[in-house]
């Protein structure tokens, strides 16, 4: 499937996927404890490698916030704060956003960044299938299921 050196890197760079950045995959840990178990085997054992391997690493503690994409200019002050911005009425009455040192902001209707949301991803979760079709789709409950 990944013929080159760095199959890994070949395929978390293959196209966009839910948890990939440039740093970091993250692995909601409630859908992996709730994967079949031959997964869970097979993942328990290659996270124990991984581990054996890079332990003497001084690993920092990570805290993992749920994010989305959005356009500055659709933030809130709070989301503002958040990001590092705030947004100041000019002379004109226009209105300017600045980064926390100042710098004015060029074409904030397109400039987008991350700010943090609810976590969509159930943190308790019996079977992480149930509500999922095989292509991956949720489907939608009707009023009063549960």
């Keep these: 499937m990944y ?9 978390l760079e293959s196209s966009r996927k839910p948890g990939v950045s440039q740093q970091y995959a993250v692995l909601p840990r409630s859908l992996a404890e709730a994967m079949p178990l031959p997964w869970q085997q097979q993942m328990a054992q290659l996270l124990h490698e991984f581990h054996q391997v890079y332990a003497h690493l001084g690993w920092p503690e990570y805290r993992v916030v749920p994010s989305r994409r959005e ?7 709070d989301q503002l704060a958040e990001v590092g911005c705030f947004v100041e009425i000019d002379v004109d009455g226009d209105l300017v956003y600045r980064e926390r040192n100042g710098k004015r902001i060029e074409n904030p209707e397109q400039h987008t960044v991350l700010v943090s949301c609810l976590d969509p991803i159930p943190s308790q ?22």
């Design 125 to 146: 979760h019996q079977n992480a299938n149930q509500d999922t079709p095989p292509r991956g789709i949720p489907m939608q409950q009707a009023p009063g299921w549960s």
């Design 71 to 77: 356009r500055l200019v659709d933030l809130d002050e």
């Design 3 to 11: 013929n080159s050196g760095q199959p890994l890197r070949e395929y």
